[in-house]
């Protein structure tokens, strides 16, 4: 069992900035953001392994940065030039891993929260 709760979110103007957090109850291999836009499939946005290797869609590479205290069991997300099209759901996610793949029974989600790039 892994709890992830989430603070951040909101509504800021084109090319503004949102830093969003996540916390675990306990230590997870990989953890990361996913969103979800109306109308959208859920897309991975970025994550981040415990050893620091990271992946990034490339929509928002260049723009959004993922990083994580493994002493806190916590990922931030800051995110940077935001674009009306980053409108979306963000959920944090945890994920065990093996050398078979990752998440299956071991994939733990947050609850979501809102984020709205408009003017």
């Known amino acids: 069992q892994v709890q992830l709760v989430e603070s951040g979110g909101g509504l800021v103007q084109p090319g503004g900035s949102l830093r969003l957090s996540c916390a675990a109850s306990?230590?997870?291999?990989?953890m990361g953001w996913y969103r979800q836009a109306p109308g959208k499939q859920r897309e991975l946005v970025a994550s981040?392994?415990?050893?620091?290797?990271?992946n990034y869609a490339d929509s928002v590479k260049g723009r959004f940065t993922i990083s994580r205290d493994n002493a806190k069991n916590t990922v931030d997300l800051q995110m940077n030039s935001l674009k009306p099209e980053d409108t979306a759901v963000y959920y944090c996610?945890?994920?065990?891993?093996?050398?078979?793949?990752?998440?299956?029974?071991?994939?733990?989600w947050g609850q979501g929260t809102q984020v709205t790039v408009s003017s």
């Open positions: 996610n945890a994920e065990s891993c093996s050398g078979l793949g990752c998440g299956g029974r071991f994939a733990y």
């Open positions: 981040i392994t415990s050893g620091g290797n990271t």
């Open positions: 306990r230590s997870i291999y990989r």
